[in-house]
């Protein structure tokens, strides 16, 4: 089992930056891949962006590249995404997620856990 605990959202002006932290605890955090998801209201939680365990391949949703950027520490148990250029659109509640296995979670059916969630408001 793996508590995962997300901090860094808050209130933007279209443009600016945010970096969203999840930290982790319980399972070898080297062991699994890491992803950020997102849900806006009234829509389906979406994927954003996963890591391999190393930290040395990343995927990102085609809405966000460019101007998202995950990484992990691994000696810190801890997940990033560094968020620019923010959009009105990118308005959601992000959450970290926990991988069943080292290399993707892409897909809500390949998380094993997840955290508490952090909002991210971008006004316009």
């Known amino acids: 089992q793996v508590q995962l605990v997300e901090s860094g959202g808050g209130l933007v002006q279209a443009g600016g930056s945010l970096r969203l932290s999840c930290a982790a605890s319980?399972?070898?955090?080297?062991?699994?891949?890491m992803g950020w998801f997102r849900q806006a209201p009234g829509k389906e939680r979406e994927f954003v962006a996963d890591i391999i365990y190393s930290g040395g391949y990343t995927y990102y949703a085609g809405s966000v590249k460019g101007r998202f950027t995950i990484s992990r520490d691994n000696a810190k148990n801890t997940v990033y995404l560094q968020m620019n250029s923010l959009k009105p659109e990118d308005t959601a509640v992000y959450y970290c997620?926990?991988?069943?296995?080292?290399?993707?979670?892409?897909?809500?059916?390949?998380?094993?856990?997840w955290g508490q969630g952090t909002q991210v408001t971008v006004s316009s």
């Open positions: 997620a926990a991988g069943t296995t080292g290399y993707e979670v892409r897909d809500v059916r390949l998380v094993d856990n």
């Open positions: 319980g399972r070898t955090f080297s062991s699994y891949a």
